[in-house]
């Protein structure tokens, strides 16, 4: 009986060490090589061993428009990394976002198909699958060992060209980057290696052929400010969209921003940080209107933990908060601090 295709997948994925143990070494230089000549055997040595597993992708969206004289279907394109033998592919959500096909080619030439398994927005992840086996692979690193510095080369799709290589170093870590939800994705990686259009979706990996993020954004008119998700959330979201096609988050049931503290509310209160998160917007029914929230009221605390911004509550709410009874502060009209208890749901699509 063959083995499931969703625990083969997770396999591969939960087991990079064993994965890794089975590609051959790079080759080292010699003392006396040049320095330049290194680099470049450590180039196209990194080239050749995942080249092959990233892949060209290709969406159609529709276009909501009320003139004829605008096409009714767009035409995008990205970049993908094959992670498993049995066609699981790792990109950026917004390479798929509202994509009514997808098109996959892959490095033979070969051109399939493909279903979107799942995305995650507020990572701006998504994982899509082609019917196909014994596909190249490639191995994923661990990110929590990057040093500032060390080499980073980017392979993807850039502005239709397929397999592009890039080179740079990894210019910072622990960088934060605002996703397309609107959540705050933690430990971005900052990279010089340069990316354009096309590249999104794609790995960025290190001297050794690891795969040590997936690329997701630039910031134009910028020169050498490339970001790219960290491999280490990219295999716990992957993981979760393979088995569950979705991530699931906590929710209040409120649209908020963060706002500054007044300095006497702050002193007579005793607070530990001088902003909050105001709260605009109540959800009927939802968490928030259950435990009594109102407009205008400023949150100063969840779950005994203080809370200074919107991105304080986004971390807060991850799956082990739902269903669970947390503690809730509250200032209302700068002159009243109410505790509440509320309880997370899960979050609606």
């Not at 927005?121 to 661990?142: E, F, H, N, Y």
């Not at 740079?168 to 900052?190: C, K």
């Not at 259950?290 to 005994?304: F, M, Q």
Request: aromatic share 4%; with cysteine; net charge neutral.
């Amino acid at each position: 009986m063959s083995a499931d295709p969703i625990e083969f997948a997770l396999k591969f994925l939960d087991s990079p060490a064993s994965v890794e143990a089975e590609q051959p070494a790079l080759p080292s230089a010699e003392a006396d090589t040049e320095l330049l000549d290194a680099y470049s055997r450590a180039v196209t040595s990194v080239v050749s061993r995942v080249g092959s597993a990233v892949v060209h992708i290709r969406v159609k969206k529709q276009m909501r428009s009320r003139s004829r004289t605008v096409p009714d279907e767009m035409q995008g394109s990205g970049s993908g990394v094959i992670v498993t033998p049995d066609g699981y592919i790792v990109t950026n959500s917004h390479v798929v976002e509202g994509t009514s096909a997808i098109e996959v080619s892959l490095a033979d030439g070969s051109t399939h198909p493909a279903e979107l398994v799942g995305q995650d927005p507020a990572t701006d992840l998504a994982v899509l699958r082609v019917s196909a086996s014994g596909l190249p692979i490639a191995c994923l690193g661990d990110s929590d060992k990057l040093r500032v510095g060390q080499m980073a080369i980017a392979i993807g799709n850039r502005l239709g060209f397929q397999s592009t290589v890039t080179a740079g170093v990894i210019s910072a870590l622990g960088r934060s980057l605002r996703s397309h939800s609107g959540r705050l994705i933690e430990n971005i990686i900052q990279t010089d290696a340069a990316l354009n259009p096309g590249n999104s979706g794609g790995p960025l990996v290190d001297s050794r052929g690891l795969v040590i993020g997936i690329n997701t954004a630039i910031i134009q008119f910028a020169q050498g400010i490339c970001f790219a998700i960290p491999v280490n959330t990219v295999r716990w979201v992957v993981s979760l969209l393979i088995r569950e096609g979705k991530v699931v988050r906590g929710f209040l049931g409120i649209a908020g921003q963060t706002v500054p503290l007044p300095v006497r509310v702050t002193r007579y209160f005793h607070l530990p940080h001088n902003t909050g998160v105001q709260v605009l917007g109540v959800t009927p029914h939802s968490p928030a209107h259950i435990a009594g929230l109102k407009e205008g009221d400023v949150i100063i605390s969840l779950g005994e933990k203080p809370i200074a911004t919107i991105d304080d509550i986004h971390r807060f709410l991850t799956r082990e908060a739902i269903g669970k009874r947390l503690e809730i502060s509250v200032l209302r009209d700068w002159t009243t601090k109410l505790d509440k208890s509320i309880v997370p749901v899960e979050s609606p699509e």
